[in-house]
Every structure is written in structure tokens, then in C-alpha cells.
């Protein structure tokens, strides 16, 4: 088994809507960078949802995240894993949740929490829910983007990750009103 270190979330303090993958896989490690495998869907939907630029770098698309009012993390802060990427090959009992209570403090106005596929919501939902009852969240699960949930083409996973453009639709339109 091999221990896993996630990364730090990347967020401004006002976002308003937080992703949140299980763990990174070994590519993701190996870049340091949030869904670098080749085949993950993850930026090309970003690419098409945010119209960010397919070939910017890799800061460049944090930042459009980022201004957007995205926020990206994991939801594991730790864990041991067999020498794959799969979220099957976690070893359950080794799991360290990140502080969320934490970010959550520091990120007041996190309304919506999108989950990239099951694991990230049941990890969620068993290790973080328990312990962070104060904050009021709208959650979603959203089909990962993870090349090894092929069940579903990109037109299907981009069709339900559209949630994310109307939710970012309704926070300027309410954000406009209170500034009036």
C-alpha cells in the first residue's frame, strides 16, 4: 500500500460553489495538478462550461475557477492505496478527511457542493457530515469524470454537469441584486 497525500483546496475566500474529487490518482500526483490524467473529462467540461481556453496552462485554468467562484479540493486529505488510482483500492480504514470545518470558516460563502462522482459524496457523507453540522450546503452528486467511469460518453457527463453553469447563472443574478 502506498500513503496518499492530497493537495491543498484551491479557492478564493468568496467562493460560492466547492467540487470535491475522493483522492488524486497517480497521474494527478505525479503532475501535482488536479485531474491530470489525459483521459479525465474533468477540464475539458470546465473548458466547455467556463469557455476556458483548452490549451491554457494549468494555473491559468485554476484561476478561471477560481474567478468564477469555484472552489476545488478533495475530500480526503490522506489515505493508503494500492498502487493504483482507483477509488476501489482505498484502504478504507486508513482515511483522513480534510478540515473542513476549517474551510469552511474561512470560506463563508460556500452554498453548493458538487460531488465528482460517488466515492467523493459517500466519503463525504461518512467522515465529514458527522463532524460539520453548521454549514448549510446544497449538494449534488455529478457522475465523475474519472476515465474509469466509461459507462456514460462526455455529451452525457457534460449534460449533467450543466447544473454548475445555472447554478453560477442564479449566484449573479442574486449577487446583482443585493448590489443594487
Known amino acids: 500500500m502506498n500513503q496518499i497525500v492530497s493537495f491543498p483546496a484551491e479557492a478564493l475566500p468568496d467562493a460560492t460553489i466547492l467540487i470535491l474529487g475522493s483522492i488524486p490518482g497517480?497521474?494527478?500526483?505525479?503532475?501535482?495538478?488536479y485531474y491530470a490524467h489525459r483521459r479525465n473529462q474533468f477540464w475539458p467540461i470546465m473548458n466547455e462550461l467556463?469557455?476556458?481556453?483548452?490549451?491554457?496552462?494549468?494555473?491559468?485554468?485554476?484561476?478561471?475557477?477560481k474567478l468564477a467562484g469555484i472552489a476545488l479540493w478533495d475530500v480526503v486529505k490522506s489515505c493508503q492505496r494500492q498502487n493504483s488510482?482507483?477509488?476501489t483500492d482505498i484502504d478504507k480504514s486508513s482515511i483522513v478527511a480534510n478540515d473542513f470545518a476549517g474551510f469552511f470558516l474561512s470560506h463563508p460563502n460556500i452554498a453548493y457542493l458538487f460531488f465528482n462522482g460517488s466515492t467523493a459524496e459517500k466519503t463525504f457523507q461518512k467522515y465529514v457530515k458527522p463532524?460539520?453540522?453548521?454549514?448549510r450546503l446544497t449538494c449534488?452528486?455529478?457522475?465523475?469524470?474519472?476515465?474509469?467511469?466509461?459507462?456514460?460518453?462526455?455529451?452525457?457527463?457534460?449534460?449533467?454537469?450543466?447544473?454548475?453553469?445555472t447554478v453560477l447563472a442564479t449566484e449573479s443574478v442574486e449577487n446583482a441584486g443585493k448590489s443594487q
Not at 27 to 32: D, I, N
Not at 131 to 135: K, L, N, P, S
Not at 146 to 159: N, T, V
Open 85 to 87: 488510482s482507483l477509488d
Open 140 to 165: 449534488c452528486r455529478l457522475p465523475s469524470t474519472s476515465p474509469a467511469h466509461a459507462a456514460m460518453s462526455f455529451q452525457q457527463k457534460l449534460e449533467s454537469w450543466r447544473i454548475l453553469k
Open 50 to 65: 467556463l469557455a476556458i481556453e483548452p490549451n491554457c496552462s494549468y494555473p491559468e485554468k485554476i484561476l478561471s475557477l
Open 131 to 135: 463532524v460539520v453540522t453548521t454549514h
Open 26 to 33: 497517480k497521474a494527478s500526483l505525479a503532475a501535482q495538478q
